[in-house]
């Protein structure tokens, strides 16, 4: 009999992705790790394409090679946090690695991962690197910042209130610490990611950081980017009001620069979209750069960022 410590979840994250969740479940497939420790849940945020269609062809085909396939969906499209939460709960492993239906796990993801568990059984939330690629082939190496993942807890808070440093696609989490922190906040629809791992910084988690690549992300038109768009307005609101929320309260007063910088940046881009609509063009851009101008904050940070390196 399987024993939860060995069992990994792997949630597949979709929404009309009839074009790439194939690949994204063969992917899974492919895995390294013992097949029959893993368990596939499909979480599908009410779909109007084929994509419940070829899920469950895929798993006519392949669920006797794993621990189990699941498949579940929402009647109605209910946002990101929703959709991740739904398959989260689901899940019977003790680990849990979730995945975008137009993303790959790369061959050895689930073991190096489960390796490092092994080394460092203190680790409850672990991030590694990832590799970008699009339909040309080309990959790009994505490596997180070591001076902000791999410092202490307290610092990684003080990181956190700055920016989402992390790179979500490569995350690998404990399922008890979900339970814990209440699993995603789905008070903000479109954004699971940052305020999970806020959530998990409050609570006294830290992230461990595994120097692997594990993930291949998918640039483009995909799940979590935007293509030409300027950009998802129902996430722009809900990063916004997370932001005025959680982040904001957090800040030293000494930062109201921060949230200046914040509140511009939220309303350039909604007013633009409201005005002339929700694609980036040769003026939304010179729109962009004046805006800079009155943006203190984020000339300080590029001027850090340059003097740093």
Not at 141 to 158: A, T, Y
Not at 281 to 292: E, H, S
């Amino acid at each position: 009999m399987l024993k939860n410590e060995s069992l990994v979840t792997v949630t597949v994250i979709s929404y009309n992705s009839e074009k790439t969740i194939l690949e994204t479940l063969n992917s899974i497939g492919a895995q390294t790790y013992n097949k029959k420790n893993i368990e596939v849940v499909i979480s599908d945020d009410g779909s109007k394409d084929e994509t419940i269609s070829i899920a469950k062809e895929w798993k006519l085909k392949n669920h006797n090679d794993f621990s189990d396939v699941v498949i579940v969906s929402h009647s109605e499209n209910k946002g990101v946090a929703a959709n991740c939460n739904q398959g989260w709960k689901l899940a019977k492993g003790k680990w849990i690695k979730s995945i975008a239906a137009d993303d790959l796990l790369l061959p050895n993801c689930i073991k190096d991962n489960m390796e490092f568990v092994m080394a460092n059984p203190d680790a409850k939330i672990i991030f590694s690197n990832m590799l970008s690629f699009n339909s040309n082939g080309d990959n790009t190496p994505i490596v997180h910042d070591e001076s902000k993942i791999s410092c202490n807890q307290r610092e990684q808070w003080h990181h956190i209130l700055y920016e989402c440093y992390l790179l979500a696609p490569a995350g690998f989490i404990n399922k008890d610490v979900l339970k814990i922190v209440g699993y995603a906040d789905e008070s903000y629809p479109m954004i699971e990611d940052y305020p999970l791992w806020f959530k998990c910084l409050a609570y006294g988690y830290s992230f461990s950081y595994l120097k692997e690549n594990t993930v291949l992300y998918r640039r483009g038109d995909s799940l979590s980017q935007q293509g030409a768009r300027i950009g998802n307005v129902a996430y722009i609101h809900s990063y916004y009001r997370f932001q005025k929320e959680k982040i904001w309260p957090e800040l030293p007063l000494i930062m109201f620069l921060k949230k200046w910088d914040d509140f511009v940046l939220y309303n350039q881009r909604i007013m633009w979209i409201k005005l002339f609509g929700n694609k980036v063009t040769v003026p939304y851009v010179f729109w962009n750069k004046a805006m800079f101008l009155i943006r203190p904050y984020r000339v300080y940070c590029l001027i850090k960022k340059f003097l740093l390196n």
